[in-house]
């Protein structure tokens, strides 16, 4: 059994039950269902209301995204509050796609930190070029009281060890299987095992044999054959304790 650990299935083409189903095939049991923005999350909080043990929540907006009002940790922990909502996020800084005085970012990274220790659900971090001050950031607002997940791990092995120390899981995306990306593989063959987790970030990042084409949770079948490569453990050893970790991580009990 496979955990997709950041999908976003209100932005993929293809329906929720198709999706799902081509996910089952591939022994894929459950996905979370990743917030950007307020304006979709009663979207992804229906599906996972009619998907449950199947599909999770989250409740956040991503640091590229453009609001005229920006939320209160009030508002987030008051929405996080649904059960289907297991986490804060994805939130975080990127340096990349935004420029000039983001202390607005910086501010509302701040705020989703707050809000996740508020109703003590782990955080979804999402950086891109600014590793430095995301751990700064992390650091300085306490938030290995409650942990989280740093999505689509890219950076360091440095970074990863301090993100580590937090008590923070590393997840690995599409690009653990791009031959260039030796930086990464770098990382998946060092994480411990009961830290790491795999993603799709779907619709986006496919992994090979289907980079450039739309992505979907089932596919985190070769991210996690990938890793098990990279590491030389077996599929199912990695299967089973990513699994795990999804599960320990967001203190969900019973038999998965």
Same mark, same amino acid.
């Given at each position: 059994m496979l955990v997709d650990s950041h999908c976003h299935l209100t932005l993929m083409s293809q329906g929720v039950d198709v999706v799902l189903a081509a996910a089952r095939q591939q022994a894929v049991g459950h996905v979370l269902c990743v917030s950007v923005d307020l304006d979709t999350f009663p979207q992804i909080l229906?599906?996972? &209301?009619?998907?449950?043990? =199947?599909?999770?929540?989250?409740?956040?907006?991503?640091?590229?995204?453009? +609001?005229? /009002? %920006?939320?209160?940790?009030?508002?987030?922990?008051?929405?996080?509050?649904?059960?289907?909502?297991?986490?804060?996020?994805?939130?975080?800084?990127?340096?990349?796609?935004?420029?000039?005085?983001?202390?607005?970012?910086?501010?509302?990274?701040?705020?989703?930190?707050?809000?996740?220790?508020?109703? &003590?659900?782990?955080?979804? =971090?999402?950086?891109?070029?600014?590793?430095?001050?995301?751990?700064?950031? +992390?650091? /300085? %607002?306490?938030?290995?009281?409650?942990?989280?997940?740093?999505?689509?791990?890219?950076?360091?092995?440095?970074?990863?060890?301090k993100a580590l120390d937090l008590n923070f899981y590393i997840s690995f995306s599409g690009i653990v299987t791009f031959p260039k990306a030796t930086q990464v593989h770098e990382v998946a063959r060092r994480v411990p095992l009961d830290r790491l987790l795999v993603e799709t970030d779907s619709p986006y990042l496919a992994p090979v044999p289907y980079r450039g084409k739309d992505n979907q949770p089932a596919y985190v079948r070769y991210v996690a054959e990938h890793i098990a490569g990279l590491r030389d453990v077996p599929f199912a050893e990695l299967a089973t304790q990513t699994t795990r970790n999804f599960f320990t991580l967001f203190k969900m009990g019973g038999s998965h």
């Open positions: 229906g599906i996972a &209301r009619s998907h449950k043990e =199947v599909v999770f929540a989250s409740i956040g907006i991503h640091p590229n995204t453009e +609001l005229r /009002e %920006e939320p209160t940790v009030k508002q987030l922990a008051k929405l996080a509050e649904s059960p289907e909502v297991i986490a804060i996020g994805e939130t975080g800084l990127d340096y990349y796609r935004s420029s000039g005085d983001l202390e607005w970012q910086k501010q509302r990274f701040r705020t989703h930190i707050v809000a996740a220790k508020e109703c &003590r659900k782990p955080l979804i =971090v999402h950086t891109r070029e600014a590793a430095e001050d995301v751990i700064r950031i +992390l650091q /300085e %607002e306490r938030a290995e009281e409650v942990g989280g997940i740093m999505h689509c791990f890219v950076n360091s092995w440095e970074t990863a060890q």
